[in-house]
Each structure stands twice: as C-alpha cells, then as structure tokens.
C-alpha cells in the first residue's frame, strides 16, 4: 500500500489472454494452449489481474496493472520477480517459473508464478497458520548487503516508516474535516517522532517481510496452512511491522472476503504463536519493540489512508477517471474507498488508539 501510483493503459481482456496464450505456448515448446484456456480469476485488487494457466501444470499469471511504488514497468517486473525468488524457500509463497516481458499486449509484463489452491483467511480462525507463515518468511537467512537489491533494504526500519509517514502526513489537513481525528493524528505524529529520535541508531531484528500483509493477501489451503500471495512489497526490514500490518483492526476490516474483528484476546494469541515460532534468541529481541512498531505501523497505514485520499481527490477533480473499469472493479474501488474513509473515521481511530492510550494498554511483549 503505497501512492502515488503509476499506472500503464491496459488493453482489452481479450487481447491479454491472446498474449498470455501465445508466450505460454512458447514457454513450454508449442505445448497448445488457446486463449480459451487462460482464465481470468475474480478481481481482488486493482494493481494486478491474476489469470489460470489451463494445459499448464498449476500455473498462474500476474498480470500488473499499475506500480504501488511508482516504478516503471520493467523496474515494477524486475522488484516482483525478486520478491517471489527470495520468498519461496520459505515454503509459503508460491514459486516463480518465468517473468514475461512488457510489450504491446501486455504493458506492464507479467510473472507466471504457482497457482495456489486454497480459500480468503478467517481471520478470527486462522491467524495461528499467518503466524507459521510469517515466521517461515522471517527465518529465510539475509543476504549479504550487496545481493539484497534490488529490493530495499531499511537498515533503520523505524527511519524508513517514518519517511514513509511524514511524506503522508502532509496530507492529513486536506483528507480529513474532522478537528477532533487531526488532532488525534498531530498527537501520534509528535509521539511518532519522539519514539523516532529515542531510539535513533538502535538496532532492532531485520529479516526479508513481506511488508502488505493484511489478511486478504493470504489464502488457507485444504490443510490450513497460510500462503502469502501477494509479493509485490517485499523487502528486507522490521517483522515486528508485518507482524503489526496482519493484526491491526484497519487490517483485518480491509479485505472483502478476508474480513474480521480481532479482539485483545485473538491478538495476543496470535503474536504469542508467532514468538512461539521463531528462536527464543530471536523472540527476546523482538519483544521491547513488538508495542511501538505496532503503533508506528497503524500511523503508517493511517497516513497512508489520507494520502490516498487527497491524491485520488485531486484525480478526480482533475477529470482524471478511469473510463475503462468494469462493473466488478467498480465495486472493488467502491469499497476501498469506503474502507479508507472508515480508518480516519473518529470511532476506528478510537478504537485502534485505545490500544495503547487505555488504562489497561496492550503489552504485546506478555505474549
């Protein structure tokens, strides 16, 4: 989740399918596969169309629509296909098999990646098998710093989150009318910086996350076991973030099929299996950070929300419309547009501050 977006002209459906057809064919020495046999898969998001590979064995394509980072379209491909590389060896992220190009058909190119058979999380059910998943992600070994590009590589997470918020921040006045909420947002901005400054050059646990980790990005398999799908924001930097980003309320409520409400209970027990999972050496250090990097993350999304907002707003008064959305992705920015409404909204900035501003504040490093 990251603006401002940059967006290629898709074409037609129709024509995608052509292509996919065609490079497929190529791909696997003439094996026939029609465009009948590429199937588009209901839209989940509005930076990628996924499409099943028919006469194939398991294969999926992803097709990018627009970069959440701003890249350009090889550079878009080339962070992508890194992504997906460096996670697979954890076991739950689906493999990389070829990345296709940008050309005429396919603007942005695409990565044929694995299918992954399995249904949207409950998150009230299924947040032990996200722990085991993000667990596996963050025990993958670090490259050298060298190898690690091209995905970034924050060296002081709790400085690059704050990068991300103060560019986001400046956004805030034009994105929310409510006094009380802005208020409520310059209080956790100079928090943010205070936390920021105290712990200037302090080091805390690194591994490769998975940065967007929100329930709808996974999906349960028949076993239960938990798969990140959505590898587009990987890169080396704080689990106690993904950790955060999977938990949060404005997490859990993001996602249309992947929706619940976690309770204090349900988040405890979900960072308990998590520190459950990892070394203990590895749980200890994580611990003194676990409260303030959850709190950092939520500001993170938060700005993030008003960001988009102000932007898309600026879009729309400019005349700036996407004229080719169907009826389905209608819907789709209908709703995350209602939802990003609903993060700045006093009652879910309440109820997510309450964490740490109640009497009783969550201690996440009880877990």
Request: hydrophobic share 45%; aromatic share 6%.
């Amino acid at each position: 989740m990251q603006s401002p977006l940059h967006h290629n002209p898709a074409p037609g459906d129709d024509a995608i399918r052509q292509a996919l057809a065609r490079a497929v064919a190529a791909l696997t020495g003439g094996h026939p596969i029609t465009a009948g046999d590429v199937r588009p898969l209901p839209q989940k998001g509005i930076a990628h169309r996924h499409y099943h590979l028919g006469g194939t064995d398991g294969w999926l394509a992803r097709v990018p629509r627009l970069s959440q980072f701003a890249l350009a379209a090889g550079d878009n491909l080339t962070y992508q296909a890194a992504c997906f590389a460096r996670a697979a060896a954890s076991g739950h992220t689906p493999r990389l098999h070829h990345v296709l190009p940008p050309s005429a058909a396919l603007p942005m190119g695409a990565l044929v990646i694995d299918a992954i058979a399995g249904e949207a999380l409950k998150p009230t059910r299924d947040m032990a098998a996200v722990a085991v998943c993000l667990a596996q992600v963050h025990g993958l070994p670090m490259p050298a710093p060298p190898a690690r590009p091209p995905l970034a590589d924050h060296s002081d997470p709790v400085a690059g989150t704050m990068a991300f918020i103060e560019d986001q921040a400046r956004h805030i006045d034009a994105a929310v009318p409510m006094p009380e909420v802005r208020r409520a947002l310059a209080e956790e901005l100079a928090w943010a910086r205070r936390f920021a400054d105290r712990v200037a050059g302090q080091a805390q646990p690194r591994a490769l996350v998975l940065s967007d980790t929100h329930p709808g990005n996974f999906l349960r398999a028949a076993d239960g076991k938990a798969w990140f799908v959505d590898l587009e924001k990987a890169l080396y930097g704080a689990p106690a973030i993904d950790l955060a980003h999977a938990s949060l309320f404005t997490s859990t409520t993001w996602d249309i099929a992947a929706h619940g409400v976690l309770d204090r209970d349900a988040v405890m027990a979900f960072y308990g299996a998590y520190l459950a999972a990892v070394p203990a050496e590895r749980a200890a250090a994580l611990r003194p950070w676990l409260n303030d990097m959850r709190r950092l993350t939520w500001l993170r999304t938060t700005t993030w929300s008003c960001k988009w907002a102000a932007t898309r707003s600026a879009a729309a008064a400019n005349g700036d419309a996407d004229e080719t959305a169907d009826a389905a992705e209608r819907t789709l920015r209908a709703h995350i547009a209602e939802r990003l409404r609903n993060f700045t909204a006093p009652a879910t900035v309440a109820r997510c501050r309450a964490e740490w501003l109640d009497s009783d504040p969550l201690d996440l490093a009880r877990a």
